[in-house]
Nanobody, 123 residues
């Protein structure tokens, strides 16, 4: 079992930055790939980024590539999402998710989810 708690969301102006954190419980955190997803009002949950268990491999949605960076610290059981040059279209609830072998872009393939943190980007 893995429990996930996101933090770091907030209100920021376009062009600004935020860093999200996702703290995981459990001693097996390093066995899991960790993903970030987001969901805007009236839209489906969409893939943002994923990092493998060791941190050696990452993948990003085209819409955030070059602006967002996912990282993890297995000693702290935490995964991060550094978001730079934020745009109004990045406004959404951001969720972290964990799975040992997910189909990276598929929300349904992740077993564990956090409660989400709101990110609002004003123009």
């Amino acid at each position: 079992q893995v429990q996930l708690v996101e933090s770091g969301g907030g209100l920021v102006q376009a062009g600004g930055s935020l860093k999200l954190s996702c703290a995981a419980s459990g001693r097996t955190f390093s066995r899991y790939a960790m993903g970030w997803f987001r969901q805007a009002p009236g839209k489906e949950r969409e893939f943002v980024a994923i990092i493998n268990w060791s941190g050696s491999s990452t993948n990003y949605a085209d819409s955030v590539k070059g602006r967002f960076t996912i990282s993890r610290d297995n000693a702290k059981n935490t995964v991060y999402l550094q978001m730079n040059n934020l745009k109004p279209e990045d406004t959404a609830v951001y969720y972290c998710a964990a799975d040992q072998s997910p189909i990276y872009y598929s929300a349904s393939s992740y077993d564990y989810w956090g409660q989400g943190t709101q990110v609002t980007v004003s123009s």
